[in-house]
C-alpha cells in the first residue's frame, strides 16, 4: 500500500433517489476501489443524500480538451432544428 | 449523587451506554487528527454513531431509573467507578494502528453482542440493538478492511499492526469474562450468555487476521473488571475531560 499522498484520485457519482441517474458529488483518494466506496459513503451520504454509489479512478475518465470546446460544441449552436420542439405530443402522452 | 441501580436491566442499559459511550468519545479525539481527511470523517461519523447509540441507551436507562434522571445526568455526573464499560474500550488511541486494532476487536464482539440482544426478551431494548445492527457491519466492515490493508500492506503498516494487536489482545478476554451485569442480564433474558460468543468472535477475528496474512496472538488474557467499575488509569483522564464541562457550568444549555 502506498502512502497516503500517493492514493489514486476516485470520482463519486451518487443516485439520490431511486429513478434519477448518479449525479457527480466529488472526489476523493482511496488506496482501492473497495475503500473509495466506503470512503464515500463517508464523507457525501453522511446526511442521507444517496441509495446508490458509484465510484470511479479518475484517469479512467477520459475527457473532453478545454481547447477543442469551439470544434466540438459550436456547430451545434445554429441547429436549432435538432431540439425536438417541431412537433406536437398527443394529450394522451401525458409528461415526457 | 449516587447512580449505582441494583435494577439488572437499568444496570444492563448503563454498561452498554458506557460501552459506547467511551469508545464514542476515544474516536472523537482523532477529529482533525485523522491520518487523511477521507479517514478523518470516517472516524469522526464512527464516533457519532456510538454516542448517538449510547444516547438511546442512557435514554431508556433514565426513563426507567424515573425521578427526574436524564441521559446527561449518566453521562456526565457518574464517577469512574460508576461507569461499567470494558477496559478495551478506554485504552488510548495510539496510532492509527493501535484504533484501528481495538475497533476491529471490539466491532467483532459488538456485533454478535446485538445479534444477541436483538432476540432479548425486553423489546425497547431489542429495538435499539436492531437499528444500530445496520451502522455496527459497516463498522466491522470498515475495521477490517483497514487490518487487511495494514497486514498486507507495507513492512512497516505489517510491523505496525502486528504490535498493536499484541498490546490490545490481552484486554479482549474481558469480552467473555461474566461479571455481575452479564449474569443478571442472561439470567433474566435480557442479553446473552458472554462465554456463548468466544467462539464465534474467535471465528470472525481469525478470517481477517489471516486474510490481512497476520498471526493470532498467542498471550494470556488480562483479569479486568471495567464491568464491575474497575478501571485502568486511563478512564479517570477521559471522564475529566469529558466531564469538565457540564461540571464547570452545570446550568450550560446547547
Redesign the interface.
Known sequence: ?SA?DQ?PLWEVFVRSRNGLSHKHFGS?????A??AL??A???YT?RSEGTSIWVVQSSNIVASAPDAKEVLFTPSDDKVYRHPTFYQIPDEVGHM | MKWDTCDPSEQYLLHLGDDALVLGHRLSEWCGHGPILEEDIALSNLALDLVGLARQYYQLAAKRIGAGTTEDQLAYWRGERDFKNHVLVEQPNGDFADTMARQFLFDAFHLLQLEAIEQSNDAELAAIARKALKETTYHAQHSAEWIVRMGDGTDESHRRISSALLRIWPFTGEFFLPAEVDRLAAARGLGPDVQSLREPWLELVREVIAKAQLSLPVMPQKLLRGKSGIHSESLGFLLAEMQSLPRAYPDAQW
Do not use: T
Request: aromatic share 6%; proline share 12%.
Open positions: 500500500m497516503p492514493w476523493l483518494h482511496a488506496p482501492d473497495d475503500m466506503k470512503n459513503r463517508d464523507v453522511r
